[in-house]
């Protein structure tokens, strides 16, 4: 077969001469590729691998976190920075307000809003949204809730009357440092170990255990030097 027949034939065309490259089913076998989730990196799991939250999704999905001001700010903040619109729901503007003023996004990027007056987004796979409903320890049911490209996070400071319905409720859970007495009422409503439930009232700063389904995972959030510049050092009271 001629140069010319090759091309022809549909095989392209002529390349430099090298040996073939083969593998045995073992060395198949041995492949690794690096896949992870995508989404939001929140932090690192207990083996130092990035730990992603993914909020950007076709299906509704309802997010419940029992922490800290600063990890959901956290959360916000690098939500925003792959393209998230943010909508935060909260009777304290003031602690949003100003971390909305120093990113310089606009509303476009992140929008402070009373409790309940939160308009429709008009989320889409191109416009995807986050509602982080900051809205104290009893919040109302909300006007906006979850939808095809857009979550909801409720951040409730420490466990109250209404966190067991809305535990189960949510896909994922996410609890930070508690007292003993949360921490079994916690672990019984999510059916964790013991193990965790011990560990539950022991957490350091920035630590958070998240819970979906049968699925448990400790992620540490590191603030970068922007946001240590924005919030400050990683703490679980406010």
Not at 15 to 39: C, F, K, N, S
Not at 76 to 104: D, N, S
Not at 126 to 132: I, K, R, T, Y
């Amino acid at each position: 077969m001629t140069a010319l027949d090759a091309v022809r034939g549909g095989f392209g065309l002529i390349g430099p001469r090298h040996g073939r490259h083969g593998l045995t089913a073992d060395q198949v076998d041995a492949l690794t590729l690096p896949i992870g989730d995508d989404g939001v990196v929140i932090g690192v799991d207990a083996e130092s691998r990035p730990a992603t939250l993914g909020l950007n999704r076709p299906t509704p999905y309802d997010i419940l976190f029992i922490g800290g001001l600063w990890t959901a700010q956290v959360i916000a903040l690098r939500a925003a920075a792959i393209g998230t619109r943010v909508a935060v729901e909260t009777g304290r503007a003031g602690a949003w307000e100003r971390l909305v003023q120093a990113l310089g996004v606009g509303p476009s990027g992140m929008a402070v809003h009373e409790v309940g007056r939160v308009p429709p987004l008009g989320a889409s796979a191109g416009s995807p949204v986050l509602v982080v409903r900051d809205c104290g320890m009893r919040p109302p049911r909300g006007r906006v809730v979850a939808g095809p490209w857009q979550s909801v996070l409720t951040v409730l400071p420490y466990l109250s009357p209404v966190a067991p319905r809305l535990m189960r409720q949510a896909r994922l859970v996410g609890v930070q440092r508690v007292s003993p007495d949360e921490a079994t009422l916690i672990g019984r409503e999510l059916g964790l170990p013991g193990a965790d439930v011990d560990s539950l009232p022991t957490l350091a700063d920035g630590v958070t255990l998240w819970c979906a389904d049968r699925d448990r995972q400790y992620v540490m959030t590191q603030a970068t030097d922007a946001e240590t510049g924005l919030l400050g050092a990683a703490r679980r009271m406010d």
